[in-house]
C-alpha cells in the first residue's frame, strides 16, 4: 500500500494537468483571436471568467505539475513544494506584489 497511493495521486494530477493545459490553450487562442476581432469582450462576464483563466492559469499548471512531479518524490521534498506553493498563492492576493515583480523587469 505504501507506493500505490502515490501512483494514484500521481495519475490524478496527471490527467487534472492534461485537461487544465488544453482548457488553458484554448482560453489563451480565443483572447489572442479576441484581441483581433472582438466577439468575447462584447460578454463582460464570459470575458472577465477568460481573463482570469489567463490571468491565473499558468500558475495552477504549474502547480499541479509540480504536486504531480513532487508526489513521485521524498515526503520532504513534497512539503517544502507545498510550503513554497502556500507563500506563492498568499502573496497573490497582497496588492501591489504583481506591479512590485513587474517593477524587476526594465521597461526602455
Known amino acids: 500500500m505504501g507506493k500505490n497511493w502515490k501512483n494514484t495521486l500521481s495519475k490524478v494530477f496527471d490527467i487534472?494537468?492534461?485537461i487544465l493545459a488544453v482548457v488553458y490553450v484554448v482560453v489563451f487562442a480565443l483572447l489572442l483571436i479576441d484581441a483581433q476581432w472582438s466577439f468575447i469582450s462584447n460578454v463582460d462576464w464570459l470575458y472577465a471568467i477568460f481573463k482570469g483563466i489567463w490571468f491565473y492559469g499558468?500558475?495552477?499548471i504549474a502547480a499541479i505539475v509540480g504536486l504531480?512531479?513532487?508526489v513521485k518524490?521524498?515526503?520532504l521534498f513534497f512539503i517544502i513544494f507545498l510550503a513554497l506553493l502556500a507563500i506563492?498563492?498568499?502573496f497573490i492576493f497582497f496588492p501591489g506584489t504583481y506591479e512590485n515583480l513587474l517593477s524587476f523587469i526594465p521597461s526602455n
Open 16 to 18: 487534472l494537468g492534461e
Open 58 to 60: 499558468a500558475f495552477v
Open 68 to 70: 504531480e512531479a513532487m
Open 73 to 75: 518524490r521524498n515526503f
Open 88 to 90: 506563492c498563492v498568499i
